[in-house]
């Protein structure tokens, strides 16, 4: 028995050993030097790493509970089948001077008075260091990184793995863009094989121009880490595309938080807001704003159509994966748009709403209210 036991440890150490040596490089590395010794500097650090205005609330009991009522419907299955998106429908420049194209979760192509601005791309099966574990996306991305034409700006909320994605930025690094960032995960994508001259890192209203577009890296309410021992050492954003012609907000993840009404009066009316809507939960309703606080969100902003993002099909909490806008539409003051995966849409000028999802049964805010702490309502 103590030989099994010796021979059973030493498998798991050395078990655990490989997965450790297959995650690593997704870890990525830590800021140092100058790009530390800013991070140090920046209003939003405090007692050694990032921290929001508002606190962050956890209901750990509320959480505990979700976890045994999982909707059966939480993720598509079998999973969705998208129709590919022909790249020649990205070719010709929209005739708005406003496109947007949704790949899923929070991944958009927003082409903007004649700049192509990406977020949050994640062109991986999993959100995770590791290809073989964790949570599955719901679809394949419609059109292939290599399909798509050239990429002005690619725009990173933050540094969580279903936001900053590792195999899809090292298949980047030799693309001829820039990669815009909130603090300290410039230090990731340098170890990624990015050269510094493409990498611009952003403190809440620092503000970058690229090929005349103006981009302002905007407060959000979130966190960030990529293991257990970096909890938000990197910090989070919003953003604000500030066009000649348009303007757009990206939410990134966030909860509600009073900054919201600011962003709309220096940077609003903005032609679109793209706010997340999905993973939420009362256990944690200050990490992710849903769909009711997200509608109202646009308001504060000024928004004039909202655009959904942040659901469909990468499962990472408990509703049932179609409820985020099924929600939204039943709230909603402004026009919404929610085209499906790969549906590129001119929201300004057709935001024609068309029914794709499933109905499907699902609770509703008087049943499952998402409520921050801590906020103006």
Not at 143 to 165: C, F, G, N, Q, T
Not at 285 to 290: A, L, Y
């Amino acid at each position: 028995m103590k030989r099994f036991l010796l021979a059973a440890l030493a498998l798991t150490l050395v078990f655990a050993a490989v997965v450790l040596v297959q995650a690593w490089p997704a870890f990525g590395k830590s800021a140092d030097g100058v790009r530390r010794a800013r991070m140090e500097q920046s209003p939003q650090w405090h007692d050694g790493s990032f921290a929001n205005p508002e606190p962050i609330i956890n209901h750990v009991g509320t959480m505990l509970n979700g976890m045994l009522h999982v909707s059966e419907y939480a993720s598509p299955a079998p999973p969705l089948q998208v129709a590919p998106l022909d790249p020649a429908a990205l070719r010709t420049p929209p005739a708005s001077g406003l496109r947007i194209t949704w790949f899923g979760h929070s991944a958009t192509l927003i082409e903007l008075d004649g700049t192509r601005v990406l977020t949050d791309p994640s062109w991986s099966e999993r959100s995770s260091p590791l290809s073989w574990l964790g949570p599955r996306h719901g679809f394949t991305p419609p059109i292939a990184l290599k399909e798509l034409p050239r990429i002005d700006a690619v725009v990173i909320s933050h540094d969580h793995y279903d936001h900053l994605d590792y195999p899809t930025l090292v298949a980047m690094k030799d693309w001829p863009t820039k990669f815009v960032v909130p603090l300290g995960i410039g230090a990731y994508l340098e170890g990624w094989g990015i050269a510094p001259a493409k990498i611009i890192e952003l403190d809440w209203w620092e503000r970058a121009d690229v090929n005349g577009l103006t981009i302002v890296a905007t407060p959000a309410r979130h966190a960030s880490g990529r293991t257990p021992f970096d909890r938000d050492q990197t910090l989070w954003a919003s953003y604000a595309l500030l066009g000649p012609q348009h303007r757009v907000y990206f939410s990134g993840d966030t909860g509600m938080f009073d900054a919201l009404r600011e962003i709309g009066r220096q940077y609003g009316p903005f032609d679109v807001t793209m706010i997340e809507v999905g993973q939420y939960h009362g256990g944690w309703p200050d990490w992710h704003i849903g769909p009711e606080q997200a509608v109202k969100a646009a308001q504060q902003l000024r928004g004039k159509v909202f655009f959904p993002i942040h659901w469909g099909g990468l499962q990472l909490a408990y509703h049932t994966w179609t409820e985020p806008v099924e929600r939204v539409l039943a709230a909603a003051k402004t026009p919404v748009v929610i085209p499906s995966p790969g549906q590129p849409v001119e929201p300004t000028t057709s935001p024609a709403l068309e029914h794709w999802w499933p109905k499907l049964p699902f609770q509703s805010a008087r049943e499952a209210p998402i409520v921050s702490s801590g906020v103006s309502q």
